[in-house]
């Protein structure tokens, strides 16, 4: 743990989006104790205030304005960010294991067993997964455990896919063969040595899907089937505030800025994890 | 240790082995044709021994080695190890053997797992296999079979990639005795070695031998080192084994054909040497093994297929 | 009369994420119009990055090439634009890799890849260039070449290969012909045909050439000088009868010693060099073989030795070495006596 703390200084990019990825964390656990207006209370004679540098202490104040009904944008997207990093965290790891195992069983594996998971990876990606959320979301409702599931269920199949294709080339590879000769069991061979050897790419996947989610959620909610209003979502204050853009730019755009950093902040700490598992770019550094 | 065997008894018998590729019909993939990689194979290793297997790429010399280890079933034939038969045993049957017999490979930067130290990788079989006790025990044994084989235990800690071919190799070798095997099968360990490391790694292994009363099959297409590592040689060619005999025989009386174009071709370190050699050409298409010769005896424990 | 190639002081290193590799090290040496040379060394002596780095074949970044000359027919090589290197390439300079299956097209036929150079740099119809393909072909012993050429790589065993790597190396008659590893990957007996084939091509076409191998036997048989690389330096070279029989290098004589040389298994053990191969990434400092060198001196650990005309050795037989080796092995020898 020290030792990575220790790397994780080292790298300028890396750091820089730890941070950030911590700042949006620390802002959706502190958010009900900033003392700022209640995200849901809308108020008419508050409508549209444009932001307001100035007033960053002064209680009551909107910094980043307020949207149609008067309510603040900031305590918006601090509350937003709680349901929809959850939900986005949420989906990519339960996404990224379940694909993740899959992928190597089937490379693993090979014959009937790999036939049967590519199959299926085959017959999903046939389906437009826009289409295939919507239908599941209508089926079982909108809620945030459900919304988890269908976003993984979208996502499972890439790391799948990719990491069958890795294994495939792993398993040819003599260490394997070496493991197989001090008669190592299957699930050793799984863990010790194949996984170790996907992590790159599996961390590369993770991340664009982190972003890919986020934006996703983003769309169902949009389409009225992600976490329901008045509760709010990153998703949802991008469509609502689209109309007015050109009266009302801060509406939309800070929430846009919102998804923007946390995608920018996880590929950042994404690319300096895949470094980091990397033994030959560790000690190099 | 080999005193306790009498030397009449094979370690190892390899009968009639065969192993074909394809052949099969797939799923939506129609019918491949059968590749013959190994053709009725048969030969016997003693304790202490070290057997030769030379060829040319696509002989079958690396997948005899494999098959013999049981890192791929044969397709027909036996594989008689102290005297039990090891084709068809289930792998839970087949993990107490594992101990007994293990496998070098030729490439030294594919057969280390690039993400694990390399002193875990050495511990590795003792830690399937339940020996070694506990860590720090584990760790003791660990760091003798590095000293073993000539590499400092203070790089236990490291991984493949901060170590040369010839250091990779050491470490390979350093898993592959860490069972106190019977039999190493070393599939071209020293070929893809710098020129300079490659009498390193032969000298270790014929260390090894004599210390711990090794039996290796040594698979190699230079046929310089066979010679100087070999007690008897086995020639394969296109899956066929075409002469077999004490090293010798096959190098001072070779009998067949293309044994005698194999050593002729050999270059030769001495500029006055190599300006007079004129190798022999041998043109497998042109002579084809019938199917049903037999390996026919020339000479003391010496056969030529014929 | 002038050398047909004339390098001067190359020295090339790789800016890596590990720090600076220092590839090549002061390279100096020329090659004679219709001399073949062999270059032996092993993996990080240089002998294949100096030759594809003067004429621009190394990736630049990482490679870089800090200073040197390389004299091709009186032209700096390294001072030629990219688009005058392309046509020298193929044209007057011809090579051949070690690994004949990555080196061709596997989507193009024979016929394309061998012609392509041809009418690149001859202008040539596509039927001129055809009769000149087929010739090339049975020129490199392939048989039914007109057959042949409309196939594709997948359809030649390894040494058909590389008679076709070859073919396209000599297709347009170039001055200089280098071979990198160019049959390591392939069985004895093919690597012996290959051998004579190049022999019977410098009888037939006299072309000059670099043979670029760690095998000792193999440049045995075929060099006219030999050049003995380690650590990106030259330490050792000269006509092949010389360095074979009187080493002044304790490299080349540890090379030497420790092949089998047909010994039979038994009491003696094989001589081997100790410990490993230099680490290029540290700032060279001396001579690159001192650490591994029973006869290094403390000059050798601190000063590089240069390379020069061995004493009473016959001419061009040149050591890089502060130790006399013939001196040292004649000590050990009355020593043990």
Partial sequence: MKSFFLALLKSRAGLFGFLLVLVFIAGAILAPYLGLPSPTRSSLTARMVAPTWTSLFSPGAHPLGTDELG??????????????????????????????????????????VDRI????????????????ALLVVAAVGASSQNLVVVLALTSWLRYARIIRGQVLALREREFILSAHAIGAGTWRIMIKHLLPNVMTPVLVIATLELARIIIMDAALSFLGLGVQPPSPSWGRMLADGRVYITTAWWIVTFPGLAILLTVLSVNLLGDWLRDYFDPKLRTAR | ??????????????????????????????????????????????????????????SGKSTTGRVLLQLEEPTSGDIIFKGQNLTGLSKPLLKPFRRDMQIIFQDPYSSLNPRMTVGEFVGEPLVVHGQGGNRSERNDRVAALFRRVGLDPSFMTRYPHEFSGGQRQRVCIARGIALDPALIVADEPITALDVSIQAQIVNLFQDLQDELGLTYLFIAHDLSMIRYLCHRVAVMLRGRIVEIGPCEAIFENPQHPYTQALLSAIPVPDPKIERERRPIAFDVNANPTPADAVLKPVGERHFVLG | MTPLLDIRN???????????????????????????????????????????????????????????????KGRDLLKLAPRELYNLRGKEIGFVFQDPMTSLNPVLTI???????LRRHFNLSKNQARERVVELLELVGIPNARTRIGQY????????????????????????????????????TVQAQILDLVRDLKKKIGTTVIWITHDMGVVAGLADTIQVMYGGRIMERGPVDAVFEDPRSAYTWGLLKSLPHGGKRGATRLYQIPGNPPNLIEKPVGDPFAPRNAFATERCKRETPPLLQVEDGVAGHKAAAWYDLRAELKKEREASA
């Fill in chain 3, 10 to 72: 190359l020295t090339v290193v790789f800016d890596t994420p590990a720090g600076t590799v220092h590839a090549v090290n002061d390279v100096s040496y020329t090659i004679e119009e219709g001399e073949t040379l062999g270059i032996v060394g092993e993996s990080g002596s240089g002998k294949s990055v100096h030759a594809l780095s003067m004429v621009g074949l190394i990736a630049r970044p990482p490679g870089r090439i800090v200073s040197g000359e390389v004299y091709f």
């Fill in chain 1, 71 to 112: 309510r603040d944008i900031l305590s918006r997207i601090l509350y937003g960010s709680r349901t929809t990093l959850l939900i986005a965290a949420g989906a990519v790891v339960l996404g990224g294991v379940v694909g993740t195992l899959l992928g190597i069983v089937a490379g693993y594996y090979r014959g009937m």
């Fill in chain 1, 117 to 132: 998971l590519m199959r299926i990876v085959d017959i999903q990606l046939a389906l437009p997964l826009m289409l295939l």
């Fill in chain 3, 111 to 117: 016929e394309r890849q061998i012609a392509e150079p």
């Fill in chain 2, 1 to 58: 240790m080999t005193m306790e065997k009498t030397p009449q008894k094979p370690l190892v018998i390899a009968d009639r082995l065969c192993k074909t590729y394809g052949g099969g019909r797939g799923f939506l993939a129609g019918s491949t044709p059968a590749l013959k990689a190994v053709d009725n194979v048969s030969f016997e290793i003693y304790p202490g021994e070290t057997l030769g297997l030379v060829g040319e790429s696509g």
């Fill in chain 3, 153 to 188: 790589p997948h359809e030649f065993s390894g040494g058909m290969r590389q008679r076709v790597m070859i073919a396209i190396g000599i297709s347009c008659n170039p001055k200089l012909l280098i071979a990198d590893e160019a049959t390591t990957a392939l069985d004895v």
